[in-house]
């Protein structure tokens, strides 16, 4: 199967692999504490985001287009920019149950955004190389959620000191930062935000 990659391909695998390892780090974070885990976590997502963009300018650049490279594509950021930053937010200290419950839908918008593209990339473009304008804001525009955790890491602001507090609604606790994930989900599945694609 590795054989049937194109360079543009293998790029996007290293989307995918800095995804992974941001999730790695992550966990290492919480098993261990130590900060450097959470931003090394951190630090995975501008290299996923590089790969990502060197992907499409490589698939351009030779004319190698393929319906496995978009599925490629779609999964890699489903773990860089969707899995990853909503573990990231739950090492940070998001991990009430409104937290958790926001992470999800999270992650289900980003996942649902990047099927509806994959559906509606070929009508929109109307027979050009590539779309126009994005519709939804892309996924990998949840990078801004890490650098909000980072830059609340590097105040002391995460975990029990988590900026905003936590409030107790219901059975579940919210800490206010998780609505951020919220609104970045939202964003994502807008239909009416048009976003011009460079």
């Known amino acids: ?20 390892g941001a999730i790695f780090a992550a966990v290492s974070y919480v098993e261990t504490g130590v900060i450097a885990h959470f931003y090394a976590a951190v630090a995975l997502g501008p290299l996923a985001f590089l790969f990502d963009a060197l992907d499409g300018r ?49 992650v289900a918008c980003g996942v649902s955004r990047l099927a509806r593209y994959n559906v509606t990339a070929e009508e929109l473009s109307a027979g050009a190389d590539k779309v126009p304008y994005f519709e939804g804001a892309p996924i ?21 000191a988590m900026w905003l507090g936590r409030f107790t609604l219901g059975p579940f606790a919210l800490h206010p930062v998780a609505l951020l994930f919220g609104l970045q989900g939202a964003l994502m599945v807008s239909k009416t935000l048009h976003i011009p694609k460079p």
């Open 1 to 20: 199967m590795l054989r049937a990659f194109t360079l543009a391909d293998f790029l996007t695998l290293g989307n995918a692999a800095a995804g992974v």
């Open 58 to 106: 490589v698939a351009r650049w030779r004319r190698q287009h393929s319906a496995l490279g978009r599925e490629l594509d779609s999964l890699a950021d489903v773990i860089s920019f969707g899995v990853a930053p909503a573990v990231i937010g739950y090492a940070a200290g998001l991990r009430g149950g409104w937290d958790r419950a926001l992470l999800i839908v999270f």
């Open 140 to 160: 990998p525009t949840s990078l801004w959620l890490t650098g909000v955790l980072v830059i609340l890491a590097a105040t002391g602001r995460v975990q029990d």
